[in-house]
């Protein structure tokens, strides 16, 4: 019942209007790594309090290139991937291809962070840095060296150095949440402050289940994995193997790696409007948009920012009312072949209404 009670009241709250004027918050939120092992990762809240995250178990000696596909279309020096198994950041771009710095649990399935390129953290998967307290993607990325020297993300940091996340935290998004019809030609509508407006349409709907990797270490219903070409989901519960991804038509005709969203039923591919640019790497729905968000014993400032920074995901089932997703691990091609609808609620950060 309490849990039935705090999902009403997210969504309840997320269908509010803003008072006039009212704008997105620029306040934000420090993630600190040091670069050295058994130092605390911490994370500075607007309010200036600090919460330990937990312990730097092994730091990077190299970066990572070539990196997946989809990192080249972030800005050098920012996150171009938040998830519940890993955060990655795009140092550059060479020959068309980014070179990424990573950060992963100590416990994990990351492929995309190579062995000797990523911080060890030592921290549950799906939960602080992966979970509640996770940058949102396009968050800047700096080092700052033992003299106070600050420099943008520019190779493999210097021991004595720390990583420092700048990532914002929005008191109310641009947008609300977000409706995909599933079908050939649906409509993705964004709900703002200015009401509902198309931004995309969908080129390939969704209509099954698949084995994502990561999505063991997510819940029901809740973002998995967010970069600048994938939105991944959970549909099984935490433990279980089983997920959805959304991806931007750019990436669907463009990366090798997703040749089998043309062949299989798990991707959903969008297209943006007639005259518009790909939308691939931007908002709203492929930067600063969406973060794993809170799990298991992840707790942020109040009751506000724990269950609103939670993204959920609902579906309608042949047209009809707004529930939760289905059930379903592993690979089943037509589990979510009845899905008409899906809805995507944005993060935030303070009780609605009081920025």
Same mark, same amino acid.
């Given at each position: 019942?309490?849990?039935?009670?705090?999902?009403?009241?997210?969504?309840?709250?997320? !269908?509010?209007?803003?008072?006039?004027?009212?704008?997105?918050?620029?306040?934000?939120? #420090?993630?600190?790594?040091?670069?050295?092992?058994?130092?605390?990762? *911490?994370?500075?809240?607007?309010?200036?309090?600090?919460?330990?995250?937990?312990?730097?178990?092994?730091? /990077?000696?190299?970066?990572?290139?070539?990196? @997946?596909?989809? !990192?080249?279309?972030?800005?050098?020096?920012?996150?171009?991937?938040?998830? +519940?198994?890993? +955060?990655?950041?795009?140092?550059?771009? %060479?020959?068309?291809?980014?070179?990424? &710095? *990573?950060?992963?649990?100590?416990?994990?399935?990351?492929?995309?962070?190579?062995?000797?390129?990523?911080?060890?953290?030592?921290?549950?998967?799906?939960?602080?840095?992966?979970?509640?307290?996770? /940058? &949102?993607?396009?968050?800047? +990325?700096?080092?700052?060296? #033992?003299?106070?020297?600050?420099?943008?993300?520019?190779?493999?940091?210097?021991?004595?150095?720390?990583?420092?996340?700048?990532?914002?935290?929005?008191?109310?998004? %641009?947008?609300? =949440?977000?409706?995909? #019809?599933?079908? /050939?030609?649906?409509?993705?509508?964004?709900?703002?402050?200015?009401?509902?407006?198309?931004?995309?349409?969908?080129?390939?709907?969704?209509?099954?289940?698949?084995?994502?990797?990561?999505?063991?270490?997510?819940?029901?219903?809740?973002?998995?994995? $967010?970069?600048?070409?994938?939105?991944?989901?959970?549909?099984?519960?935490?433990?279980?193997?089983?997920?959805?991804?959304?991806?931007?038509?750019?990436?669907?005709?463009?990366?090798?790696?997703?040749?089998?969203?043309?062949?299989?039923?798990?991707? =959903?591919?969008?297209?943006?409007?007639?005259?518009? /640019?790909?939308?691939?790497?931007?908002?709203? &729905?492929?930067?600063? $948009?969406?973060?794993?968000?809170?799990?298991?014993?992840?707790? &942020? %400032?109040?009751?506000? *920012?724990? @269950?609103?920074?939670?993204?959920?995901?609902?579906?309608?089932?042949?047209?009809?009312?707004?529930?939760?997703?289905?059930?379903? *691990?592993?690979? +089943?091609?037509?589990?979510?072949?009845?899905?008409?609808?899906?809805?995507? @609620? @944005?993060?935030?950060?303070?009780?609605?209404?009081?920025?």
């Amino acid at each position: 019942m309490r849990k039935k009670f705090f999902l009403t009241l997210l969504c309840a709250l997320l !269908s509010l209007s803003c008072p006039a004027g009212a704008t997105a918050d620029q306040r934000m939120l #420090e993630l600190r790594i040091p670069c050295r092992a058994g130092e605390n990762v *911490s994370a500075i809240l607007p309010d200036g309090g600090t919460v330990i995250l937990g312990k730097v178990l092994m730091t /990077p000696v190299k970066t990572n290139w070539p990196a @997946y596909t989809a !990192s080249k279309w972030c800005a050098p020096a920012t996150v171009c991937a938040s998830a +519940v198994n890993a +955060v990655h950041m795009l140092v550059n771009v %060479e020959n068309g291809r980014g070179r990424i &710095l *990573s950060l992963v649990p100590s416990v994990t399935v990351a492929p995309a962070a190579a062995a000797g390129a990523f911080f060890s953290l030592a921290m549950p998967a799906g939960t602080g840095l992966f979970g509640g307290f996770a /940058p &949102l993607v396009g968050s800047s +990325v700096s080092l700052q060296g #033992e003299d106070g020297h600050v420099r943008p993300l520019d190779g493999v940091p210097r021991e004595g150095e720390t990583l420092v996340i700048r990532s914002g935290l929005p008191g109310r998004p %641009e947008v609300w =949440m977000a409706d995909i #019809e599933n079908r /050939p030609g649906g409509r993705v509508i964004a709900w703002g402050q200015e009401g509902p407006k198309v931004i995309a349409r969908v080129v390939r709907p969704i209509g099954g289940v698949g084995r994502f990797g990561g999505t063991q270490f997510q819940r029901r219903g809740r973002i998995r994995a $967010s970069h600048a070409g994938v939105i991944d989901v959970a549909t099984a519960p935490r433990g279980e193997v089983g997920g959805i991804q959304i991806m931007p038509l750019v990436h669907a005709l463009t990366s090798s790696e997703m040749a089998n969203a043309w062949k299989l039923t798990q991707w =959903m591919v969008l297209a943006p409007l007639p005259g518009d /640019p790909p939308l691939a790497g931007k908002p709203p &729905l492929f930067k600063s $948009s969406f973060v794993p968000g809170t799990q298991l014993d992840d707790r &942020l %400032e109040d009751m506000w *920012s724990t @269950y609103g920074r939670r993204p959920l995901v609902l579906c309608r089932i042949a047209g009809g009312p707004w529930i939760h997703l289905p059930s379903v *691990s592993g690979r +089943v091609d037509d589990a979510l072949s009845g899905v008409t609808h899906l809805r995507f @609620y @944005y993060p935030f950060w303070d009780r609605p209404g009081t920025r």
